[in-house]
């Protein structure tokens, strides 16, 4: 018979490689962000030497512009907006989708057949999926026409292609399947006499949602949540596409500053978007805890 200690030292054997995996592909370069981040630079190079110029640089002028936003903080406020924005959408399309799945798709074959059919939009690279768009919102493109043939408007809606609503739009067609499928999971694994109860006593098919369903798909919904803030936040192609280059994001302030190779300042701007991507995850995972769904 195994031993406590054996049983331990075999887990930690076990998942050894996994933890070597992790460490050298993201806490090694994470700390590698954090360390440039305090170094100096010039237009040549990066200078190994303990500044904060990287982050006064960033927040520069805040405190003389308030109450108003500095362009820095803007940013980041329209990042959060627009990642609040996304996060909605696709919570509320993700959990409609994978309810219908898990309670009204009765054959398995066909619950799967359904999944499959979500993962089409990954057929293809995200730029395609982007560019798919400007066709259909652009000045001359389908919608405006459709619009403009029914009589709805006299001239092209311009808000339609490059603005915020282009990129809302993008993003949440990218990634609304990362909240699809672990809310599914958490919805499959509800024990379905616990609806039947719920009905039983007496209970409207609302009342049963919101006090029995949502509260057991929480694990899949915080789970889905961090997946698409974690990618949003951090984005900037489609901001930089879907926008025409005009919306700012904090993905655009770092790689704004890596192409005018400003090392040190790219690396101080990534410490702070991870630090508040991080209070986000931290504020979800307090809501339930998502090591039981994991």
């Known amino acids: 018979m195994i031993s406590s200690r054996g049983s331990s030292f075999v887990s930690w054997l076990q998942a050894g490689p996994m933890m070597l995996v992790f460490a050298l592909f993201f806490i090694l370069p994470l700390v590698f962000v954090f360390i440039v981040s305090f170094w100096d630079y010039n237009e040549y190079q990066i200078i190994p030497a303990f500044v904060t110029r990287g982050?006064?640089?960033?927040?520069?002028?805040?405190?003389?512009?308030?109450?108003?936003?500095?362009?820095?903080?803007?940013?980041?406020?329209?990042?959060?907006?627009?990642?609040?924005?996304?996060w909605l959408i696709t919570l509320v399309l993700g959990f409609t989708i994978a309810y219908f799945l898990a309670f009204h798709v009765r054959s398995q074959t066909w619950q799967i057949g359904l999944s499959l059919l979500c993962t089409i939009p990954f057929w293809t690279s995200n730029v395609i999926?982007?560019?798919?768009?400007?066709?259909?919102?652009?000045?001359?493109?389908?919608v405006n026409s459709?619009?403009?043939?029914?009589?709805?408007?006299?001239?092209?809606?311009?808000?339609?292609?490059?603005?915020?609503?282009?990129?809302?739009?993008?993003?949440?067609?990218?990634?609304?399947?990362?909240?699809?499928?672990p809310i599914f999971n958490s919805l499959m694994r509800i024990d379905r006499r616990l609806i039947e109860a719920a009905y039983d006593a007496g209970a409207s098919g609302w009342q049963t949602l919101w006090n029995v369903i949502i509260p057991l798909a929480k694990p899949g919904i915080v789970i889905g949540s961090i997946f698409v803030i974690t990618i949003v936040m951090g984005d900037f192609v489609t901001v930089g596409v879907m926008g025409g280059q005009q919306i700012a994001?904090?993905?655009?302030?770092?790689?704004?500053?890596?192409?005018?190779?400003?090392?040190?300042?790219?690396?101080?701007?990534?410490?702070?978007?991870?630090?508040?991507?991080?209070?986000?995850i931290v504020m979800l995972t307090r809501i339930v805890d998502i090591r039981k769904e994991l």
């Open 129 to 142: 999926r982007m560019i798919a768009w400007i066709p259909l919102l652009g000045r001359n493109g389908l």
């Open 146 to 181: 459709t619009l403009m043939g029914m009589g709805l408007t006299q001239e092209p809606v311009e808000w339609l292609l490059y603005s915020e609503f282009s990129v809302v739009l993008a993003l949440v067609h990218l990634f609304t399947f990362f909240m699809i499928v």
């Open 249 to 280: 994001a904090a993905g655009k302030i770092i790689e704004v500053r890596l192409n005018a190779l400003q090392f040190p300042a790219a690396a101080a701007n990534a410490v702070i978007l991870l630090g508040i991507t991080f209070l986000i």
């Open 55 to 86: 982050y006064v640089e960033s927040f520069e002028g805040c405190l003389t512009q308030l109450p108003d936003l500095c362009t820095m903080l803007a940013t980041y406020a329209k990042t959060l907006k627009l990642c609040f924005l996304v």
